[in-house]
T-cell receptor, first 110, second 113 residues
């Protein structure tokens, strides 16, 4: 079955602390992995995708095919990082369906 | 470049009624996907339209149907509304040829009473 697991519903940290949002996927093929973010009152938007290997707003994520994980990390959290984060994958077949996790709410306190 | 727009933003319907939601895709994107996001859940894939035809469907009953028009805009129709259909409905556009990510609209909040 195609599934994305985000074990934490809520992650609360202080400003300047490191952050790691966990994501594991279940898919037998070769997926493309994404992190989408939703800030308060804004639309769902792409944060990063694994094929681009970019660091966006200080966030990075490495695809570990052995552990089927795509954890999102940031060394020093900022208050403006507070948002809902969704991990998602897309089968590498040209078909555009995204499979999302249930999301993790990140709360960064001053 | 215009983004993905959805209308209406909010809607209240009675159980058993029918509803039509609309989506304009981002410029240059020929594929539109629809998602249902229930409270506290991640978006769930409903179906995808490409070149005016449905070419992929998630685990949703036939009373969920759609259309895509020559300008790539799309509609989602839901017949015989049930209380469990209350959710945020998201539209996303993309271009498989350009291998873009999915760009999402703001969503339509549907409440069925």
């Amino acid at each position: 079955a195609q599934r994305v697991t985000q074990p934490e519903k809520l992650l609360s940290v202080f400003k300047g602390a490191p952050v790691e949002l966990k994501c594991n996927y279940s898919y037998s093929g070769s997926p493309e992995l994404f992190w989408y973010v939703q800030y308060s009152r804004q639309r769902l938007q792409l944060l990063l995708r694994h094929i681009s290997r970019e660091s966006i707003k200080g966030f990075t994520a490495d695809l570990n095919k052995g552990e089927t994980s795509f954890h999102l990390k940031k060394p020093f959290a900022q208050e403006e990082d507070s948002a809902m984060y969704y991990c998602a994958f897309r089968a590498n077949t040209g078909f555009q369906k995204l499979v999302f996790g249930t999301g993790t709410r990140l709360l960064v306190s001053p | 470049e215009t983004g993905v727009t959805q209308s209406p933003t909010h809607l209240i319907k009675t159980r058993g009624q029918q509803v039509t939601l609309r989506c304009s895709s981002q410029s240059g994107h020929n594929t539109v996907s629809w998602y249902q996001q229930a409270l506290g859940q991640g978006p769930q894939f409903i179906f995808q339209y490409y070149r005016e035809e449905e070419n992929g469907r998630g685990n949703f009953p036939p009373r969920f149907s759609g259309l895509q028009f020559p300008n790539y805009s799309s509609e989602l129709n839901v017949n015989a509304l049930e209380l469990d259909d209350s959710a945020l409905y998201l539209c996303a556009s993309s271009s498989p040829v350009l291998n873009t990510e999915a760009f999402f609209g703001q969503g339509t909040r549907l409440t069925v009473v």
